[in-house]
């Protein structure tokens, strides 16, 4: 493995880094993060220049890159701005169920215009009763004579207020043994009659990245609906799961390192005692150990990623990249705080933001606790 950029990632990454420094000003970020809002127009403007479609295939309008783009381009956004490097990427949240499974219709339907800007996704999978077991749902979809009727609720659903779909994981089998067998996806358009959307406040970070709870009362939803076969959902989600905590994982590299170079340059400007305080050990030796952990985790990120885009997903891997590199992102994040000091503490210095927005990467998308009951069992198998 070479992780040595080429010419045309090296152009990615610099076009990201132009991108950020024009329009995720310090100031900016910090509006979004105070009034809780989705940016919309920054989404929009990021997916013009392609950046939120690395993955998807040129023929819906995508760029044909790979996961290891994709992390580049992640984590270069939330090194900039947390919040909104989180929203921004996360506009196609669970759409990758639909270009893996999805009908050519279902992909031309909410693909292209997801590709273009136009349309933004919400996976609605965690339910109030059950949280990380998806193996266990209380939504149910009925089968009827046009199509399904879905009843139930879901909380925690990134973009759900501003979601132009959501792909919906409810039990199609009530007497499936165990009841996973018996789960399906099913897409179910914005402002389709019995959807309610409650927007969820006061999240301890990735603020702009909204979030909440959808409720559905005998929603009905066409049989072409249906995402990739019945009863083959959990399925779908596990397998999007195995790939999509590189995400996390790349956006955690990009939180701490955001973090660690404004640590640095305050610890080269800030004077005490007559010299800069990056002179004294406990504030250079606890920099240092910031850059190593940083380096360790963007490459574990990086091996993972590398692995799907070979086609050899990894699942221990990614379950690892995501666990370290999200702890890696809490602690560096309070380093920086510490180094700071008391001004850490204050919003004006934005580290105490970035410490806010890390924290979730040890919840969402698997917590770190269920990372390592994965890694555990494929430890069990191979050794």
């Avoid at 701005?81 to 759409?95: E, I, K, N, R, Y």
């Avoid at 380096?295 to 997903?313: F, N, S, V």
């Amino acid at each position: 493995m070479n992780f040595e950029l080429n010419e045309e990632q090296k152009d990615i990454k610099k076009a990201v880094r132009e991108f950020c420094e024009k329009e995720f000003t310090p100031e900016i970020g910090l509006e979004f993060d105070k009034k809780e809002e989705h940016p919309t127009d920054l989404y929009r403007k990021a997916a013009e220049l392609g950046f939120t479609s690395l993955r998807f295939p040129e023929e819906y309008g995508g760029q044909g890159y790979g996961m290891f783009e994709e992390c580049l381009v992640t984590e270069e956004m939330c090194r900039a701005d947390p919040g909104l490097g989180v929203a921004v990427m996360s506009g196609t949240f669970a759409s990758d169920i639909i270009m893996e499974h999805g009908t050519e219709e279902q992909k031309k339907k909410y693909i292209t215009p997801l590709c273009s800007g136009k349309f933004i996704s919400a996976g609605a999978f965690t339910e109030p009763a059950h949280g990380s077991d998806i193996a266990r749902m209380d939504t149910t979809g009925v089968k009827s004579s046009g199509g399904w009727v879905i009843n139930g609720s879901k909380t925690f659903i990134t973009n759900a207020p501003v979601a132009d779909f959501f792909l919906v994981l409810c039990q199609t089998d009530p007497k499936a043994e165990p009841s996973y067998r018996g789960q399906s996806i099913i897409a179910v358009d914005k402002g389709t009659d019995g959807i309610d959307v409650t927007k969820l406040h006061d999240k301890m970070g990735i603020r702009p990245a909204i979030t909440g709870e959808v409720g559905f009362s005998d929603v009905e939803a066409p049989e072409e609906n249906l995402v990739g076969g019945l009863n083959r959902g959990f399925y779908q989600v596990m397998g999007f799961f195995d790939v999509s905590r590189v995400p996390i994982a790349a956006q955690a590299v990009g939180i701490a390192q955001g973090a660690f170079e404004r640590a640095f340059n305050y610890a080269k400007e800030r004077e005490q005692f007559g010299r800069p305080i990056i002179q004294f050990q406990g504030v250079s030796f606890k920099l240092a150990e910031m850059a190593m952990r940083i380096e360790a985790a963007r490459g574990l990120t990086y091996k993972a990623a590398w692995l799907i885009d070979q086609g050899k997903t990894d699942a221990m891997m990614t379950s690892m990249a995501k666990a370290f590199a999200s702890r890696m992102a809490v602690e560096v994040t309070d380093w920086a705080i510490q180094v700071h000091g008391g001004y850490g503490y204050m919003g004006d210095y934005h580290v105490e933001r970035f410490h806010r927005c890390a924290k979730i990467t040890e919840i969402y998308e698997g917590t770190s606790e269920i990372q390592k009951l994965t890694i555990m069992r494929y430890l069990m198998k191979r050794m």
